[in-house]
């Protein structure tokens, strides 16, 4: 049987302070220029193409629209009514290596939230919109003749496992099934597991010095808020769109 594979690029947001240092062990490293050893096959057929998606799904009166970029290879596409497979991409930017191995029509999306770090633009990098711009762009993909009557399953890891368990709630008409491998579904606020591994990946990469120089910021930052000199120095340093007024902002 000949499938249909997309891979879907999910929102990510990562947590800002480093935990303290703990013995964990060391961060897995991906090349995701190429899926493991599995030779490329017609690289030359993946392709990029648009779509035009909704900034805000849930404000009728806002009509703004940004054009999503997606990669596609239907080099092996079964044709009318092959299963569709989403792999639904996480803590990474999609790169063509993910299609250009095995027997699958794929495409891969990027997330509309890391255009623009405005503040006014962060209001759209969330979980809801992040489901939603699934859901449209599976609608959208469906609505044409060839793809009706295709089946969807989702595949994710880590991240963009915790999607799929939560698109397969919000919309379970959109997706016969789904594949969530090592999600972290228990929420916790105080997340130090995660922490660690940023803090291995930056100890690996930088060093014993980088984890210093940041901890050392993260306190001068703290320390700086309770004044209000402080909290000019900072709006100046990291170019604020909006006045800090107290410590809790």
């Not at 044409?144 to 698109?167: D, E």
């Amino acid at each position: 049987m000949v499938f249909l594979w997309i891979l879907f690029m999910a929102l990510y947001m990562s947590p800002a302070i480093l935990a303290q240092r703990r013995v964990v062990e060391p961060p897995i490293r991906v090349d995701l220029s190429s899926p493991g050893d599995v030779q490329p096959l017609t690289t030359s057929n993946v392709k990029t193409d648009w779509i035009t998606m909704p900034i805000d799904h849930f404000d009728p009166q806002n009509t703004d629209t940004y054009q999503m970029r997606f990669m596609f290879n239907d080099e092996f596409f079964g044709g009318p009514g092959s299963p569709i497979f989403i792999l639904v991409g996480g803590e990474w930017d999609i790169v063509e290596g993910w299609l250009q191995a095995g027997n699958m029509f794929e495409l891969a999306r990027e997330n509309q939230g890391y255009h623009n770090f405005t503040a006014e633009n962060l209001r759209f990098l969330n979980v809801d919109q992040a489901l939603a711009d699934l859901a449209y762009f599976i609608n959208e993909f469906k609505a044409h003749p060839v793809f009706q009557n295709s089946k969807v399953i989702l595949y994710g890891g880590s991240y963009a496992a915790n999607m799929v368990l939560w698109f397969k709630q919000r919309y379970p008409h959109l997706a016969i099934g789904g594949v969530a491998s090592s999600g972290p579904i228990l929420a916790k606020v105080d997340f130090t597991g995660y922490l660690e591994v940023v803090h291995e990946a930056f100890l690996s990469e930088g060093g014993e010095q980088c984890i210093a120089t940041i901890r050392q910021g993260i306190s001068d930052t703290i320390t700086a808020m309770n004044t209000e000199e402080g909290r000019r120095k900072l709006e100046r340093s990291y170019r604020t769109i909006m006045s800090w007024d107290t410590s809790l902002d």
